[in-house]
C-alpha cells in the first residue's frame, strides 16, 4: 500500500458538502495531500485548518493532480466543471467520479473516454455520520488493472468496496436501485409515526414495538428518533431527495417501469421542499403528511 500511495500523491476533490467535506478531510489525515474547489468558496475554507489546500477554481484545483475526485449536486454540474477544466487534463489521470448522477453517468463516461481519463464510476452509500468516520460504501466500476491505484482512496474513507463491475455506470445505475429503498424506508417511518400521532396514540409506542423485533434496524432507530426529538440535523437534505429521487423516477421511466412508491415519495419529498424544509434532514418527510 505504501508504494501506492507514493504513486498517488496529489488528489483534488471537487465539491465540499456534506460528503466533499469529509471525504477531502479522511484523505488528508491519510497521508494524500489534498486541494479542494467548491462553487462557493467560504463553504470550503474551513478545511483550511485541516492542511488542506482550497482552491478558487477548478482549473487551479487541479494543477499537477494525480487523483480528480467530482462531488458535485449533479450530472449536469459534474460535466459542466469537468468540461471547464478540459485544457488542464491529460492523458491517464485518474478521475474517481462519486456523484448521485444517475444515467447522466452515461455522459461522463464519454467525456473520460474522449480526454483519455482511467475514469472510476464510483458513488457511495452512507451520508454525514459514516462519511466523517471513514465508514462509507464505495460502489466502484472501472478498470481492473487500474483499480490498485484507487484501493488506497477507498480505504482512507469507506469501510468497504463493492466492485461491481469493469464498465463505468453499472455503479450509479445500482445507486439508483439503492436509493429507491432508502426513500421508502424513510417515508415508512415518517408516516407510521406521523399516523399514530395523529389517532391519539403516543408514536414512541411505533419504536417500543418494532424495536428488538425482525422489522427493527439502525436506519429505523435514527430517523425515528430525528422525527421523535424535532431534531433534523442534516445528514441527507429533502432538497437532496426530491433531486435523488427524480433520477429515480426517470431512469425507471426509460425502461417503461412504474416506480409508484418512489414517485409518491417524490411529491412528498417535494412538499416538504415546498414548505421550507429544504435543508433540513429527509426524515423531515414528516412534516409534509398533513393536507389540512
Known sequence: MSNLKSEVKTITVLGTGI???????NLQKSGFKVRVW?????????????GIIVCDSPQEAVQDTDVIISLLKDGSAVLEVMQS????LSEGTIWVQMSTVGLDIDALTAFAKQYKLIFFDAPV?????????????????GSISHRQAVEPIFEAIGKHTVWVSEQPGASS????ALNS?????????AESLSLAKELGIDPNLVVDVVTGGPMDNAYFQQKAQAILTDDYTTSFSIANAVKDAGLVVSAAEKQALQMDITRAGQQRFQRALDQGHGDKDMAASG???KNR
Not at 467548491?38 to 485541516?50: C, D, G, I, P, Y
Not at 477544466?85 to 488542464?88: A, D, Q, V
Not at 452512507?126 to 466500476?141: D, F, N, R
Not at 445505475?173 to 439508483?176: A, E, F, G
Open 125 to 141: 452509500q452512507g451520508t454525514k455520520q459514516p462519511a466523517e468516520q471513514g465508514q462509507l460504501i464505495i460502489l466502484a466500476s
Open 287 to 289: 412534516l409534509a403528511g
Open 38 to 50: 467548491n462553487r462557493t468558496r467560504s463553504k470550503a475554507e474551513k478545511l483550511q485548518l485541516a
Open 19 to 25: 460528503i466533499g467535506t469529509a471525504v477531502a478531510k
Open 181 to 189: 429503498w432508502v426513500f421508502a424506508l424513510t417515508h415508512g417511518v
Open 173 to 176: 445505475r445500482l445507486k439508483l
Open 85 to 88: 477544466i478540459e485544457e488542464c
